[in-house]
């Protein structure tokens, strides 16, 4: 069985818990980055699904784009081969790019996501 770990904070959150079951998945959600870290030192999982928010100056170095920066450069070091899918909204659409410069990520899907759009990324990064 795979494993998913969900960092989403959306109320439009993407739970397909049927979709993950049929797939052979097995998903774990976190409501927060440092939940999520402390997991990794557990396990590694083989799908991370994120939701991007791009961050306006979020430091002075503007070394980080966005809130998933340090969870994706984590998953880089710890899970190499975990595939990224990141979700995001509308809004944010003309920002994502700039992390995409920065990680490998398998597929970005925006709100609203459809079971069928969710089950098209997981194959597609599988």
Request: contains cysteine.
């Amino acid at each position: 069985m795979s494993l998913l770990y969900s960092l989403v904070g959306s109320p439009l959150a993407c739970r397909f818990p049927d979709l993950y079951a049929e797939l052979g998945i097995e998903m774990e959600r976190f409501d927060t980055a440092r939940n999520l870290h402390r997991a990794l030192k557990q396990r590694v999982p083989d799908f991370f699904v994120g939701e991007f928010v791009y961050g306006w100056g979020n430091n002075y170095a503007g070394a980080n784009v966005s809130n998933l920066d340090v969870t994706l450069r984590t998953l880089q070091a710890v899970a190499p081969r975990a595939r990224l899918i990141i979700v995001m909204q509308p809004s944010e659409a003309a920002h994502v790019d700039k992390l995409l410069e920065l990680f490998p990520v398998h597929a970005v899907l925006t709100y609203p996501i459809g079971e069928a759009d969710m089950r098209a990324a997981l194959r597609a990064a599988g």
